[in-house]
Every structure is written in C-alpha cells, then in structure tokens.
C-alpha cells in the first residue's frame, strides 16, 4: 500500500529574524525550491532558506489545519516548537529522508 506523506514546515533566515510555515507533500524538494530561491515570494525577498522545523502527517486536510493553527500563533509559541526539536536553530535540510 502506498502511504502519502505531507509536510508542514518552518524556514527560518541565517540571523532567526523571520519565520515561514509552508505546506508540502515532497519536503526535500520544497526546501530546494527554497534554497536555490526557484519561486518568487517572501522566502526569496528576505533569503529565508533554512528549515528548523517541520512535521509529517498522512492526510493532506489535517496538514493544512495545522498549518493554520501555527500561522495564527504567536512568535513565542513558535519559536518554543522549534526548540523543544532544533534548539540551535540549525538547518535540517540534510536530515531530511
């Protein structure tokens, strides 16, 4: 059986002063398109490239819900998301599988 994997993930820029939460069904390749600023938007005007975060679902609904609830959050919820997993805010781009 095949099993269909979405994302929701945060980028954040090299001095952690923005924050992006997107949604995907191929995360390698989305933060590529990212990376080598491939879509035009606010991720390539203010060079937001590094993941810090992200979360997998298998229901494409409940990975927009929650994409949703965070974007409604604030900062400080966040930010604390983030640190429980990735308290350095390192990129995690190379960890993805």
Same mark, same amino acid.
């Given at each position: 059986?095949?099993?269909k994997r979405y994302f929701v993930y945060f980028l954040s820029n090299y001095? +952690? &002063?923005?924050?992006y939460i997107g949604v &995907?069904? +191929?995360l390698q390749k989305r933060i590529y398109q990212h990376k080598t600023k491939a879509v035009d938007g606010f991720t390539r005007k203010y060079n937001i490239n590094k993941l810090v975060y992200w979360e997998e679902y298998g229901d494409s609904r409940e990975t927009i819900v929650r994409e949703k609830y965070l974007k409604g959050k604030k900062r400080s919820f966040k930010n604390k998301l983030i640190e429980l997993k990735n308290p350095e805010y390192k990129d995690l781009y190379s960890t993805i599988e």
């Open positions: 059986m095949f099993y001095p +952690n &002063t923005y924050l &995907t069904n +191929n």
